[in-house]
């Protein structure tokens, strides 16, 4: 037979096979992918066969991951049907499945000794989490003199259980690399959602303390409590994901005001044409407001007017204001995470738009309006008793 890999002539001991597994699974300077492409060779070697290779199992098909030899259907990237691999009886076992050989061991009918032609064949399923990854095989064009040993067959299981820790740390790894990332992501949105009602809450105090007014004092609690739904609302979200799970009817004008009051507005002004009700959730929609107005307010100036009203064709709504607007090589980047055009800002604000909008199955675009300033559309949504629509 041929042996892959090339280093050595005659087949190497037990002894030795195992203590080349050792050196190249503790290797630490070499990735996973030579470390597997090594061990498909000492493989080879230390079994007297032709191929090795990896696979990947999914949805009834069987990927080769890597190999080592030259068949040609054996080879990084090729696939089949699983019912056409020797594969497909190997994950059903405990144990490595042997096949001395195929033409007079039950295989010469089976699909996958026709599409393969493989006499001699080992291989042991690649377990990540409970479930079937793949498997890690052995294989020879020619049969074999002697049945596959005890040993042989453990040290392909080996093998096997080697690649299946692996993985599951590259899937750790990946994991907590995830949670890192949503923390971080979350953590930028806590800070900046929670901006607004502060700032309301410190200009109110202060004012409070100037004149004693209770107004003053009631739209602090006003702010307080925006807060501490705030808070809820993005504990939710950071447990939940951006599922909605349920919506309700929301007099759009109502919530509008509601949101302008807890948004330090200073000098600008908001006009509402419209009466419509929508279907949303209720505090994941005060949250695009809020940032909508923000926005407005941050990159339109202290005197900046900002419209809402809904679209012509009564499947959306927007939201625009008079000041210098968005530039158009900037309006396909604004809603990724952090992406700011101001000085000053996170660059999260609209990105949590986007993130509602998706949220609720509705669709954002952003554009100009007709004085030039920003203008925000967002279509697919639902409206409910809608007067004369404004565009």
Known sequence: MTVSGGEESERMSENEALRRMYRITADTERSYEEKVRDLLQVGCTYLDVEIGFLTEITEGQQYIVEASGDHELLQPGESCPLSEAYCRKT?????????????????????????????????????????????????????REKPFSPMEETFVELMAEWVSSQLFQQRATERIKQQRDQLEEFAGIVSHDLRNPINVAQGYLDLAEKTGDPESFQQCRDALDRMNEMIDELLVLAREGQEISETETIDLAALIEECWSLVSTHDATISVTTNATIKADRGRLQQLFENLFRNAIEHGGKNVTVRV????????????????????????????????TGESSTGFGLAIVNQIVEAHGWEVCATHSADGGARFEITGVTLIECEEPQS
């Open 91 to 143: 994950i059903e076992l405990e144990d490595a499945l042997t096949v001395q050989h195929a033409s007079i061991d039950g295989w010469e009918n089976d699909a996958a000794y026709e599409r393969f032609g493989l006499e001699a064949y080992i291989g042991a399923k690649v377990v990540l989490d409970d479930e079937v990854y793949g498997t890690f095989c052995f294989a020879d064009s020619e049969p």
């Open 309 to 340: 009203g809904t679209l012509s064709a009564e499947d959306g709504i927007y939201i625009e204001d008079d000041g210098s607007g968005i530039p158009e090589e900037d309006r396909n980047q604004i809603f990724e995470d952090g992406y700011s």
